[in-house]
């Protein structure tokens, strides 16, 4: 029993540092370009993924290069080819929300 001690006190450290470490924070976008990119990447994760095999959603090459251009600080080109993709895709592109306009 004796030799389980050491290992049970590790457990028990692992588990208070594990639970006394903040996780890691999100980041919000701060600015009105950022909160429309996040707007347009966050329409079309929502409303493209369908159940069908051909629906490719969050794998789409257009809205995975889009968010990173977004991440990147390229905002125009971002939300650029986010209009684009939604509008190929027959989507409305929805207004920029009141959030991103209040900022």
């Known amino acids: 029993m004796t030799y389980l001690l050491p290992f049970l006190s590790l457990f028990l450290v692992a588990a208070f540092v594990c639970l006394a470490l903040p996780g890691r924070a999100v980041a919000e976008p701060t600015s009105p370009e950022a909160s429309r990119c996040k707007q347009l990447i966050d329409y079309y994760d929502r409303y493209s993924a369908g159940r ?7 794998r789409n090459m257009t809205r995975i290069a889009a968010s990173i251009d977004c991440e990147r600080g390229d905002y125009a ?8 993709l939604l509008q ?4 409305k592109v ?8 209040a900022r």
């Open 52 to 58: 069908s095999a051909h629906s490719d959603g969050r």
């Open 94 to 101: 929805p207004p920029a929300s009141a959030t991103a306009n």
């Open 88 to 91: 190929s895709r027959k989507f």
């Open 77 to 84: 080109r971002g939300i650029a080819e986010m209009e684009e």
